[in-house]
């Protein structure tokens, strides 16, 4: 028989839901402590002058995940949120305009690249035979902690067979000659803060789980889907407490026994999972006194993943005839440059490097009548680089918007009449990241796996922690399988 446990969660973002779901499911006494006014986390949804903007996460793959989180409540997802399948999946420009559309069905796909470069398309299907055998190895492991460092160099024989240790831009070069297919068939890991030219290509998984899942958008935007979270979560006798900030994690004998909040009260737990930052959390919420030498060496040695400057804005007018889909990429002409800038030298990016979302292609509930809705997202380095945001964000978003009016939608600027901006130190300063990095810690082959923090602490006993920074990474579907990872081992215990 399972004992009920107190558990105590850190932060309301798909990974504490995860978490949380599951384990308010199996009858134990959860709360998630939230120091935002709104649930979410990096997938808060602001509202503005009758816009919703969803603030982070807005490509939705695997419907399954939620699927499996309703069932267990008895529940079904079709009651709480509607998920509609999108493709394109995405609409990929190069520096010159051209244009390329992701689909999901393969012959449609290679279509559009005989259209471009006719010798790839063979080249192509050997390369998504490959990215398939990648995700057929590999993703069970998505959802499994390495213990040990063995159980990790197990997969390493596969590795060195299929390739995979090369980057995911040598990995494409290597069936692929022209370069903007190269850059088609090697951007998802961008999607999960890494940069195509040094992450292995074991991230190339991605592209079969959106191929075998398919890419979504839930009608409301991605707001909708963690209101629906949160409704079965507290539908399981969850309960979520809004404008609570945790200030530290209790520590008595080396474990976790409770949370402390920013009013000094204290709430005792059996477990602790933290949804927030991983090198931020062991660094502010652990006191200094517990922390091993060990771990804050550790820390500083990993490699943190790039930041973010996204605009929000809706327009008083519909943009029906602009050439973009729901989901849009603009990868730049001098691509190799643009990634050294933002992850190697740090500095203002020489050229662009964005993502553009138009909801309202898809979603008229979320802009006003006769209204457009959009984020553009551009690449940026860290807060370890010496750009001084508050000095440029003025300039560098008018750099962007300038651009999208030039290129996508005329006359911008004077039919915006909503707006909202967030650089590096939104990501530092209000959703905790350290070094202002949005994806956590960078994705790498060194980073990954075992290498990577894990669910459970190692330095303190019934401290979990989910999200972007632990394994198996950053992106939604990881992010979902971390707190997986969390309840089930929370559940062993007590079995």
């Given at each position: ?27 134990n ?16 949804q ?8 969803d ?7 695997a ?12 529940k ?73 460092l ?9 590795v060195?067979?299929t390739?995979?240790?090369?980057s995911?831009y ?10 903007f ?10 999607l ?21 899942w ?7 935007g991605?707001?909708a ?35 402390r ?23 502010n ?24 400057v996204?605009?929000?804005f809706g ?6 005839d ?14 190799n ?35 457009d ?10 807060l ?7 000095e440029?964000?003025h ?14 939608l ?35 082959m ?6 990577r ?16 920074g ?15 990872i ?8 007590s079995?």
């Open positions: 028989m399972q004992k009920t446990k107190t558990i105590a969660v850190i932060g309301s973002g798909f990974g504490g839901l995860s978490a949380a779901i599951r384990l308010a499911a199996k009858g006494r959860v709360t998630i402590y939230e120091k935002l006014d709104r649930p979410g986390g990096r997938a808060y602001y509202e503005i002058n009758g816009f919703k903007f603030g982070g996460p807005t490509v939705i793959t419907p399954h995940q939620y699927d499996e989180l309703f069932e267990l409540a008895g079904k997802r079709e009651d709480y949120m509607t998920l509609v399948p999108l493709d394109p999946f995405y609409r990929i420009f190069n520096g010159n305009g051209q244009q390329f559309n992701y689909w999901r069905d393969q012959q449609k796909t290679e279509a559009e690249i005989a259209r471009i470069s006719p010798d790839d398309v063979e080249g192509y299907r050997r390369f998504i035979k490959g990215v398939s055998a990648i995700f057929n190895w590999f993703h069970p492991f998505t959802e499994k902690s390495f213990p040990s063995w159980s990790f160099l197990r997969i390493f024989p596969h060195i067979k390739g995979t240790w090369r995911m040598a990995y494409a070069a290597h069936f692929l000659k022209n370069d297919i190269r850059k088609v068939a090697s951007f998802h890991p961008l999960v803060g890494g940069n195509p030219f040094d992450t292995p290509s074991i991230y190339g998984l991605i592209i079969q789980f959106e191929k075998e398919g890419v979504h958008y839930c009608q409301g991605t707001g889907i963690v209101k629906a979270l949160c409704q079965l979560f507290q539908d399981c006798g969850g309960e979520i407490r809004l404008n609570t900030e945790v200030e530290e994690i209790v520590i008595r004998n080396g474990q976790a026994a409770g949370v909040l920013k009013d000094s009260t204290v709430e005792e737990a059996d477990e602790v999972i933290c949804n927030g930052d991983v090198a931020f959390a062991y660094k919420y652990i006191p200094t006194r517990l922390q091993p030498p060990a771990l804050n060496l550790w820390l500083s040695n990993l490699q943190y993943s790039n930041s973010l996204v605009i929000y327009t008083k007018k519909k943009y029906t602009c050439p973009l889909a729901h989901h849009n990429l603009v990868l730049g002409n001098d691509y440059r643009l990634m050294r800038d933002i992850f190697k030298r740090k500095v203002l990016p020489h050229e662009l490097g964005l993502y553009l979302h138009m909801p309202s292609r898809t979603d008229s509930s979320i802009a006003p009548e006769g209204c809705s959009f984020y553009v997202l551009s690449l940026v380095p860290n370890d680089g010496d750009i001084n945001w508050q440029v964000q300039e560098y978003t008018n750099r962007i918007l300038d651009y999208l009016e030039q290129c996508f005329p006359d911008l600027k004077a039919n915006i009449v909503a707006q909202h901006v967030v650089t590096p130190l939104h990501f530092r300063n209000t959703l905790n990241s350290y070094k202002g990095a949005a994806f956590s810690i960078k994705p790498s060194m980073q990954s796996g075992y290498f923090p894990q669910v459970a602490s190692k330095w303190f006993e019934n401290l979990y922690f989910v999200g972007a632990v394994h198996p990474g950053a992106g939604v579907p990881a992010v979902m399988a971390s707190g997986k969390a309840a089930g081992a929370i559940e062993a215990k079995s």
